[in-house]
């Protein structure tokens, strides 16, 4: 993941004087359209992983130490 910010970083970066050669828009004004762009990106994957993450966590309700208790250990007396 952090992997792919950063990647997705220096592609805006190094991409930002192409982009100013084509427009009359300012330098500054590409990198940080790019910055939002980025920053929008990585919002929706964070969402998307969360709600991933919910969904799995609601779905897996299991107790991995079970195996490791007697059986009349885990329930109420």
């Not at 980025?38 to 993450?53: F, V």
């Amino acid at each position: 993941m952090k992997k792919l910010v950063i990647t997705a970083f220096m592609l805006g970066i190094l991409t930002a004087p192409a982009f100013a050669q084509g427009k009359e828009s300012e330098p500054l004004e590409i990198l940080d359209r790019d910055k939002r762009q980025q920053a929008e990106a990585l919002d929706k994957q964070y969402k998307r992983m969360m709600e991933r993450n919910r969904k799995e966590g609601d779905a897996q309700k299991s107790d991995p130490w079970s195996n490791m208790r007697a059986p009349n250990e885990g329930k109420g007396k």
